[in-house]
């Protein structure tokens, strides 16, 4: 007799073997070979399908928990560059959380798919289609947080990492300047991003040829390290 998870169960379930995932793949694949490695993702794998069937042999399966198990296994397939396999299931999951419609408590889930599903478009090479997931995603975060937010300047910075992944340098400009303007304005000079922004940018316009914007960026990053003590930070990581 099959017995039926409730939501909160099923959640549960979902976090212990996302848990045993996540510490095979810490804990193994930087320091194993490369069949080691093979083998703990392979593991990985595994642990996420069984999670996805047991909530799909459920009779009336938790909405919520099987979204999020279906995201997880995406995220580790998109991860691998099985980008076909991983938008599915980022559909998949995308469409349970939409069946029960947006809240305060789905939100980030809902924006956290609707981006890994762009990237994952986007490696397909359907540019524009991924461009409408990530504007899809900032049309949301504008109707749940509103114009005035932090989050919106981390849609603009997603968009500017698409425009990167494709070579556009100069649309990544446009993106990342955006995105900096945001931060800038609502999280002051001292917000994590803002300098690691700046040398981005700079990088960027040397790239395209506008020696003096990169120069101004540039000036104006080291500016802020100097002004605010800042030395002590990894800017390595605009994302």
């Avoid at 069937?53 to 995406?74: K, S």
């Avoid at 900096?180 to 609502?186: D, G, N």
């Avoid at 990088?203 to 080291?222: C, F, K, N, Q």
């Amino acid at each position: 007799m099959m017995t039926r998870l409730s939501a909160k169960a099923g959640a549960v379930l979902l976090h212990f073997v996302t848990a045993i995932a996540g510490v095979m793949l810490s804990g193994l694949v930087p320091v194993c070979v490369a069949r080691e490695a093979a083998d703990s993702l392979d593991a990985t794998e595994q642990a996420l399908r069984q999670i996805v069937e047991v909530l799909e042999r459920q009779p009336d399966p938790p909405h919520r928990p099987m979204a999020a198990a279906l995201a997880e296994l995406g995220r580790h397939l998109l991860w691998l560059e099985r980008y076909t396999e991983a938008e599915s299931l980022f559909r998949r999951a995308l469409a349970l959380e939409q069946a029960q419609g947006l809240s305060a408590e789905s939100y980030s889930s809902v924006i956290d798919t609707l981006r890994e599903l762009a990237f994952a478009v986007n490696a397909q090479g359907r540019h524009q289609e991924a461009d409408d997931i990530l504007a899809e995603a900032l049309r949301v975060t504008l109707e749940q947080q509103g114009p005035e937010h932090l989050e919106v300047g981390e849609r603009q910075n997603e968009f500017a990492m698409l425009a990167l992944r494709r070579g556009d340098l100069r649309k990544a400009v446009g993106h990342y300047s955006e995105a900096l303007s945001v931060f800038e304005s609502l999280g002051g000079p001292e917000h994590p991003k803002v300098v690691p922004m700046l040398d981005v940018l700079g990088l960027l316009y040397a790239r395209t040829g506008d020696m003096e914007a990169a120069r101004t960026h540039y000036e104006r990053s080291l500016d802020l390290v100097e002004r605010f003590d800042l030395w002590h930070r990894n800017w390595l990581k605009v994302a």
